[in-house]
Structures are given as structure tokens and as C-alpha cells.
């Protein structure tokens, strides 16, 4: 039993699936500033006569996110028509899944720790996306138009509806959970997850509960396009919905749009329209029945969950929680991450320069991890150079930056620096350390009169000699002179 | 030499031997239609220019030296809800009147793969809903039997052609009898097949869960070639079935038909028919025993109460939906507007015709939340179990011999008024798609006024073979149909 007035978010996340054609024919699904009305042909226009055929890789794709959330796969599952009128609509019918959808069931975890919850999954399931219509007013409003024009080169795109139970408290809760479920789709490589270009649109069903504890009426709530956009809503409207409970009056079941330039929600104009869109089977689609194997199939080509890598990293290579959380946000760049410790690198510093001066460079190039011009190799020898003691951290970062900038290895880029090439080592280190304690005197009479119980004096000495040596003399065999040439003086 | 002498197969024959060109049949076909097309009034398109064109091509093809197909110069026409690329495809409806798909129906391209001609589109029902082709928004087809009455509904401009000798082949399409109801009132053959064996991509959809194109022809062995040429698995719809099809020519061969179980249907018996329908039954059935069947009695109990309802729910249901996109927004017919919802009223109140919308509303109902349970989901259960009545009963015989049409063609007018009665001449043959079986419907001669009188042989699923050469075996018996007109003025 939940306490009065407090928060029930559910979600329904649209995904929309990265095949390279459509549902149900073999139009490209690349719409983005193609010429309007190009990527079509009589199957997603809807022309009289034509049929749809379900493309395979669509329930490749949403049988592996099925999977990823632990959901139950229908091994018989089929789609539904969806009848309503509206120009973006070609058939004057969605084709969806409603009484048998591809996946029921799953959940997704949220939170860190103690506050470590799974949100459940109600379901799963498939449909067509809609073309799109442009107003012709300058607002690009419906009601202010002259006319509007209709593009129907996203009709017949796949898209994959998750829709979550009403389970989540917060809007910071529901900001993670949109959050994993993108990193979850990128993982799997079956959509870009892109909010931004509506590759994944949230609707949110928020509401508070009664008195007693049950639950309040829901608002459904659209048109946040990132992740901030649907806390800043969701925010917003549940304030919203306390103030008009606290002034005794009820809320309202209905549709509201998310003004991002003004920040609040906007009900709709007018009484809302109650639909009956006539749901009933497809007679142009038999019924669904996955082939023996198939998810078996699936199954082999899923790649590690986020979550356990996070975990992973976490556990096994003792990295922060913040430093796991953010190093397997994208696959690519926890797949560089992971490359570049198998290659030899210690995880802490990887993590960190990984963190720190990788996500520097992509962020200031705009540019994914993928194109990024050090490898996670060549990452790794140049870290392993610093552990050695054959760079200092500041010679690296030079370094680091000619290879980004030139696409050097790292050898070449140390030679292009001129630095000197090998070790400072043997006679010629010896040189150096004498010339330092000769300059250190005091430091050097505390550490013969046995002032130093901490080594802290001894530690200054050496570090003293590496910075005169540029990072090229190996910090061990710093100390062990060090200590010879002090014992004897 | 005219398609009034020579069959399909015979006329592929004599093209692909050289013996005759197929400009030479194509300009025949010409000729008939031009005679006879005033009066009977089967074709809402010609194609005239398009099918010389076509001959032309062949001709030179086949000088060549290359394989022309199985139809080489075959003429047919085609039922006006099968797509032509390019070419006005209209339903028989307003709101189509000015349409021009941009692709070819499966079967069109599989007949022009084979060489047939495509020599003009026929008129019909629109969007095939009806059983005289009088729900046609441009004119009425007339029965070449007789003028005052119908030909039957709603591939009637199809089954006229044929009947005619416009073509020795055309194609319909059959939703609840559409095939066979105007192929017994027009006095040739007509075959429904079973669904699932001939493409539905680009068929113009009524109701698709039982829609199924079919040939009509005036001799077994075209409906075989026809059949051989239509039935091709089509990847392009989902609902295809990918089972291979024996040559269906094959079958036609058998003198006897030792073995053969036939079931006559108890319930159907007790159904009231007009006596010549009788007569024609018993006819029928002499000669099938004379080659050698067996007769079985069998029984259909929900079907005969159930299947008609059944049908007049699932049908318009789909209906609704399949007739949904005919919006005015982006091909057909649009009506000027002031508002969305003007531009859908209007277009839809002036584009469809009166038994169109009547069976949008009724399927609109059907669906509507509340009504659901109640109509769609019942009619669905009685389906199912009309299915299972139908297998039940071809555990025991292995096909059925039943009326096509409980009447003999009515006059035109006479039932126009009156919907109910009008969906009574489809109640021996909408059970058949109901249960998507494959039916046949054969002339068994005429009446003592001249008008054809058809009987149904039904199959079990995928058992064409079977009713095509009990067909067989009784043309053997009656002969041809003959053509309509006869050579007179020819």
C-alpha cells in the first residue's frame, strides 16, 4: 500500500528499431533529410491491393531486448490492426500487438546500493510508426495552418513499445530508467536510442495516489524530447497535480504536452475524444509462431548487459562506482575500456585517464568512441609506460596529445617529441642524483640522522630525481641508488 | 477462327506451334467484344490498344525462338479489383473511379508471365460486395442468358465475359460465392480455390481472411492451365501458403472416378431450392455414380444455421477496416473541404455506394467495444467450428456435391431492395470460404426457359485435384458449356 499523495510514474517508452527496412516491406528506413515521400512504395502507403510481410530482423531485434529484460517471449504472438482515421495514417490502421504481444514480463534495474530497485516490464511489443505531418503555419500549429503536408517516409518503421508498471516513484527514477533502457538498446545495437531524434519518445503516466492509499487518476504526459525535457516535466507535474488536489478539486484524466521553452505542461484544448479503435487480428498476418531455435539463436548473439559490466568493473578491477557507472554508458566505450586493460593497462589509471582526458577529446571533436584515432592498444602501451616508469604523467599527456592529434603510435609520438629515447639509467642516473643531493643538502643530513621514519624525505629525493630525468629513470632503480649513495656518503 | 471455337489450352497450343498468331486471337476477342458488349456490358475498361501491343510483343517473341508461356496468346479479362500497373483499377466504385495503381497484382504479372493477353477489365460489385453486379457504380452487367436478368455477383462482368466468348479465361475474385455464384448463373465453370493457394497481393481487399482469386473458363482443362499458371507461392503475401502445387492438368485425365466418395449434405437437402436446381443435383450426381462414385450422406448442422450470420459479421468487419483507407487524402477520390473530418465525410458519403456503406456500418458495429464479444468474437468461434464440421465430414467423403445458388438468375431489380434476400444467394457458398475450402461451381445445363442451372463440388483443403476431375468427368458426360449468343453474327 502506497501512502496518500505520493508519486506513481509508469512508462511507455517507443524504440525505434535501427533495421535498415521497414516492418512490413523493404523501404529504407532511413528518413532523416530524405527528400519527403522518396523512401515509400504501395506496401507502407497503404495502396489498395498491397500486403505486409513481417521483416525477420524486426523480431531478431525485439526478441533480443526481450531477452536482455528476462521478459517471456510468446512463442505465439500475432498483430492486431488499430483503427482510427488521421493523414499521418495510411491504412487508417496501425497495424500493432494487442492481446498476444511479442514479450511479457522482465524488469530493469535502477539505482546504486541500498536504493537498487527493478522496475517491471508489463510488456513488449511491435508496431508500424506513423508518417509525419508538417503544418504549414509559421508556429507549425494544426489550428493556425492553411494546410499541412504529409511525408510518409517513416510510415511502416519499426517500432518496439516497452511499457513499464506503474512502479516508478520519482521523476528521477524515471529519468534512470529511460536512461538504462537507452543504454540497454545501444548495447544490443537494435536502435541509436537517439531522444533527440525521436528514435526513443517517452510517454509518462504520472498520477498521485488517494487518501486511501490507492491510485489517483493518471495524466498522461508527451512530447519530452531528452532526458532532462521528462524530469523537468514529470516535476512540474506533479506539483501540478498536488496544487489541484490541495485546492479540493480532482485531476483531470487526460493527455498534456510538455512546453520545454516554458517548462510546464499544456492539457488539450477541448473535450477529449474517447477512442475506440476496433482492435481485432490481421487477417493479412497469420499468427506469429517463432521457429524451434530461434531465440536459442538470439540468445547466442547477446552481448554483456550493462549492468553486469558495471558490476564487473566495479568488483573485479576495484574502478568507482561513478567511474563503472560512466565508462559503460555506451558499449563502444566500455568495449575501449575493456581493451585497453586486456592490453595491459592498470584499470584505476585507465578508468581515470579513460575518463578524464578520452572523454575530453571526444567531447571537444563531437566525435563517438569508435572514431577515435588512439586505439585502446595503443592506450594501454603508453599507461603501461607511465606504471614502468618509462614516462612521467606529464610526458604521457604530451604525448597523448600528438597521438590524437596526429594519429601516432606511441613510440613515434615520444621520438616526434624528442624526448630521449630509452632509459635514464646506470652511471648517467647516478649523475643526476648526485647533483640533486648535492643541491638538497638538509634533506639529505635528516635522512643519515635517522629523521625520516616515514620515507617522506626519501620520497621528495626521489621525486626530485624524476622530474630531473623527465620521467625516463625507473622509479625503482631511483630509490635503490638513492639509498646506495646516501648509505656512502 | 474465334476463342468461341477453341479452348484456352487449344489456342496456347496453336500460338506457341505457330498455327495461329497471337494478334490473330487477340483481334477475335476484338471483334466479339464489339459485337456483343452493347448489350451485356462486362467490361468497364478495354484494353484493346494495350492487348495489340501486347500480341505484337509475343508474336516477335515467339519468331524469336523464345518460350512464350504456358498461355501463350491466351485472351482474358480481368476482375476490376486486381491491380494493373498504370491501368485504372476502379472496384466498381466512385471513389476508385479515376485510380491508377502503381503496381501489378501477383496474379496479373504470373498470367502475363505465361502470355496470356489482357483484354479488358471487368465489371463487378463494388468493392465486390453484392451478388447480381448491380451494386456497380457505372452500369449494371447483363446475364447473356438472358438480358433482363443478372449475372450473378460480384465478379458478374467476368463470368459474362467467358460466357460470351470474349475470352476463353478470366479472372474473379471470391469472398462468400463471387466465383461461383455468377459462374452457375452465367452457365460456365468457376473455381474458388483454397485459401491460402493463389496470391491475394494486389487484389483489392474486401474481406481478406476469406478473399481468394479464382479463374472462370468454359472447360475443365483451362480452369486446370489457369490454375497451374495462378497458383504460385507469392512471398509478397504473408497469407501464401509455400506447399508445392501438383500440375493440376495432370488429374484430368482419370475415365472413372472408382472410389470416389461423395458426401451430400443432410441439412442442405432440407433447404428449400428451386426444383430445376434439384433436377440438375440429381443429374449430376447419376452421372458421377455412372463413372464409378460412391454417395454418402453427411452432416453440417452449424453450418447451415450459423455460417450466413457468421459470414454477414466477419465480412463487413474486415470490411470496415480493408474500405477504412479510402480517405480522400491520398489517391482516389477527394471531395473539396473545409475540415479534416468534412474531407472524410464527404469523400466517403459521395465516393461509396449504398451496400458499401451498409456493410462498413455493420462492421464498424461489430468491432466497436461492447459489441465485440457479442458479434466478432462469436461469428469467430462459429468459424471455427464450420471448419471443423467441413473436416469432420472429409474424414468420411472426399468432396461434397452441393447446389451453387439456391435460385436460378434472378431479374435484374428484383432483389435490389432487398439486402436479405440478396445475401441468400450466397448461402451454399460463403460456408465454403468460411472454411476456406476450394469450390467449384459447373454449368449442368438449362432450364426450360434457356437459363443455365450450376451445381458446387466442394474439396477438402488443398484438394483442387479432386473436384477438378469429378468436373471432368462430367464434361466428359454433358459436353462444353456453350458459349452465349453463339457463333450468331459471328
Not at chain 1, 629523521?451 to 621525486?463: I, M, N, S, T, Y
Amino acid at each position: 500500500m502506497r501512502k496518500p499523495g505520493s508519486t506513481v510514474i509508469g512508462l511507455e517508452i517507443h524504440v525505434q528499431l535501427a533495421t535498415a527496412s521497414k516492418l512490413f516491406c523493404a523501404c529504407s528506413t532511413d528518413y532523416i533529410g530524405a527528400v519527403p515521400n522518396t523512401n515509400v512504395c504501395p506496401v507502407c502507403l497503404g495502396q489498395p491491393g498491397s500486403l505486409p510481410v513481417v521483416n525477420a530482423r524486426v523480431i531478431e531485434y525485439a526478441v533480443r531486448t526481450a531477452l536482455a529484460l528476462g521478459a517471456r517471449i510468446g512463442q505465439f504472438t500475432r498483430f492486431h490492426r488499430k483503427n482510427y482515421f488521421y493523414p499521418d495514417l495510411p491504412k487508417a490502421y496501425q497495424i500493432s500487438q494487442y492481446d498476444l504481444p511479442l514479450a511479457e514480463g522482465g524488469q530493469l534495474p535502477v539505482g546504486e546500493g541500498d536504493d537498487r530497485k527493478a522496475i517491471a516490464i508489463t510488456r513488449l511489443h511491435l508496431e508500424e510508426d506513423a508518417g509525419k505531418l508538417v503544418h504549414s503555419a509559421a508556429d507549425g500549429r494544426l489550428g493556425h495552418s492553411e494546410y499541412s503536408l504529409v511525408d510518409y517516409n517513416r510510415g511502416g518503421v519499426p517500432l518496439m513499445e516497452i511499457v513499464s508498471e506503474p512502479e516508478i516513484s520519482t521523476p528521477a527514477e524515471a529519468r534512470e530508467y529511460v536512461a538504462r533502457l537507452r543504454q540497454l538498446v545501444r548495447y544490443l545495437g537494435v536502435s541509436d536510442g537517439d531522444m533527440e531524434k525521436g528514435s526513443l519518445r517517452v510517454d509518462a503516466n504520472v498520477s498521485l495516489t488517494n487518501k486511501d492509499g490507492s491510485l489517483g487518476t493518471k495524466v498522461e504526459v508527451k512530447n519530452m524530447n531528452s532526458l532532462r525535457a521528462l524530469e523537468r516535466a514529470l516535476e512540474y507535474e506533479i506539483v501540478r497535480q498536488a496544487e489541484v488536489i490541495g485546492r479540493g478539486e480532482s485531476v483531470r484524466q487526460e493527455t498534456r504536452h510538455w512546453d520545454d521553452a516554458n517548462g510546464v505542461t499544456c492539457g488539450t484544448r477541448g473535450k477529449e475524444e474517447a477512442h475506440d479503435y476496433r482492435y481485432f487480428p490481421d487477417p493479412d498476418l497469420p499468427p506469429l509462431v517463432l521457429p524451434v531455435g530461434f531465440v536459442e539463436g538470439q540468445e547466442a548473439l547477446m552481448p554483456e548487459m550493462p549492468w553486469v559490466l558495471k558490476e564487473r568493473f566495479n568488483k573485479d578491477w576495484g574502478l568507482s562506482v561513478e567511474d563503472a557507472s560512466i565508462l559503460t554508458e555506451w558499449p563502444g566505450l566500455a568495449r575501449y575500456t575493456e581493451s585497453c586493460v586486456k592490453g595491459g593497462a592498470n584499470p584505476l589509471r585507465a578508468a581515470n585517464w579513460i575518463r578524464t582526458e578520452v572523454l575530453r577529446v571526444l567531447n571537444e571533436r563531437k566525435m563517438p568512441i569508435e572514431q577515435f584515432a588512439v586505439s585502446p592498444l595503443d592506450l594501454a602501451d603508453l599507461l603501461s609506460k607511465i606504471d614502468r616508469g618509462d614516462v612521467s604523467t606529464t610526458l604521457a599527456k604530451t604525448v597523448f596529445e600528438l597521438m590524437v592529434a596526429e594519429g601516432l603510435s606511441v613510440s613515434c609520438a615520444i621520438d616526434r617529441i624528442g624526448a630521449p629515447a630509452g632509459k635514464l639509467t646506470g652511471p648517467e642516473l647516478r649523475l643526476v642524483i648526485e647533483h640533486i643531493l648535492a643541491r638538497e643538502t638538509e634533506a639529505c643530513e635528516e635522512i643519515r640522522a635517522g629523521k625520516d621514519p616515514k620515507g617522506k624525505k626519501r620520497g621528495f629525493l626521489c621525486g626530485q630525481v624524476m622530474r630531473e630525468s623527465r620521467g625516463q629513470a625507473d622509479p625503482a632503480e631511483v630509490a635503490k641508488t638513492l639509498g646506495e649513495i646516501i648509505a656512502n656518503l | 477462327m474465334t476463342s468461341l471455337d477453341l479452348s484456352g489450352a487449344q489456342i496456347a497450343r496453336a500460338v506457341r506451334n505457330g498455327e495461329l498468331s497471337a494478334a490473330e486471337t487477340v483481334d477475335a476477342s476484338i471483334s466479339r467484344i464489339l459485337q456483343l458488349e452493347g448489350k451485356v456490358k462486362a467490361l468497364l475498361t478495354p484494353l484493346f490498344e494495350r492487348a495489340k501491343s501486347f500480341a505484337d510483343q509475343l508474336d516477335r517473341k515467339i519468331a524469336s525462338g523464345e518460350e512464350p508461356g504456358p498461355l501463350a496468346g491466351v485472351p482474358v479479362v480481368i476482375k476490376d479489383n486486381l491491380c494493373m500497373k498504370g491501368i485504372r483499377t476502379t472496384c466498381g466504385s466512385r471513389i476508385l473511379e479515376n485510380w491508377h495503381p502503381p503496381y501489378d497484382a501477383s496474379v496479373v504479372r504470373f498470367l502475363e508471365e505465361a502470355g496470356a493477353v489482357v483484354i479488358g477489365k471487368a465489371n463487378m460489385d463494388e468493392f465486390a460486395m453484392g451478388s447480381s453486379t448491380e451494386n456497380s457504380a457505372f452500369f449494371p452487367t447483363r446475364n447473356p442468358w438472358d438480358l433482363e436478368r443478372v449475372p450473378g455477383g460480384s465478379s458478374g462482368g467476368s463470368a459474362a465475359a467467358v460466357a460470351c466468348g470474349y475470352a476463353p479465361l478470366s479472372l474473379g475474385s471470391d469472398t462468400g460465392g463471387s466465383i461461383r455464384q455468377p459462374a452457375a448463373f452465367c452457365g460456365i465453370y468457376g473455381l474458388k480455390p483454397t485459401y491460402g493457394l493463389v496470391s491475394r497481393y494486389g487484389l483489392v481487399a474486401f474481406a481478406s481472411s476469406l478473399d481468394q482469386v479464382g479463374p472462370f473458363a468454359r472447360s475443365v482443362e483451362d480452369l486446370a492451365l489457369a490454375l497451374n499458371v495462378l497458383s504460385k507461392p507469392d512471398p509478397a503475401d504473408a497469407t501464401s501458403s509455400r506447399r508445392c502445387r501438383p500440375d493440376y492438368q495432370k488429374c484430368l485425365g482419370r475415365e472413372d472416378l472408382k472410389g470416389l466418395r461423395v458426401g451430400i449434405v443432410r441439412e442442405f437437402e432440407a433447404y428449400p431450392v428451386q426444383p430445376e436446381i434439384g433436377d440438375a443435383l440429381g443429374h449430376v450426381e447419376g452421372i458421377l455414380r455412372e463413372a464409378g462414385a460412391t454417395f454418402l450422406p453427411v452432416s453440417l448442422p452449424t453450418t447451415i444455421e450459423a455460417g450466413l450470420p457468421c459470414y454477414y459479421i466477419l465480412a463487413p468487419a474486415e470490411a470496415s477496416s480493408n474500405l477504412a483507407r479510402y480517405d480522400g487524402v491520398r489517391w482516389g477520390m477527394s471531395v473539396e473541404a473545409e475540415h479534416l473530418v468534412d474531407l472524410y465525410k464527404k469523400t466517403r458519403g459521395e465516393g461509396f455506394g449504398a451496400e458499401v456503406k451498409r456493410r462498413i456500418l455493420t462492421g464498424t458495429y461489430v468491432l466497436s467495444s461492447g459489441y465485440y464479444d457479442a458479434y466478432y468474437l462469436v461469428a469467430q468461434k462459429a468459424r471455427t467450428q464450420i471448419s471443423r464440421e467441413f473436416a469432420e465430414a472429409f474424414r468420411n467423403v472426399d468432396m461434397l456435391l452441393m447446389p451453387t445458388t439456391p435460385t436460378l438468375p434472378f431479374r435484374q431489380g428484383e432483389n435490389s431492395e432487398d439486402p436479405l434476400q440478396m445475401y441468400l444467394s450466397d448461402v451454399f457458398t460463403l460456408p465454403v470460404n468460411l472454411a476456406s475450402l476450394p469450390g467449384l461451381s459447373l454449368n449442368a445445363g438449362r432450364s426450360s426457359g434457356g437459363l443455365p442451372v450450376g451445381v458446387q463440388f466442394v474439396g477438402p483443403r488443398w484438394g483442387e485435384e479432386t473436384i477438378l476431375s469429378a468436373a471432368g468427368a462430367v464434361e466428359r458426360v454433358l459436353g462444353k458449356p456453350a458459349a452465349a449468343f453463339g457463333g450468331e453474327g459471328a
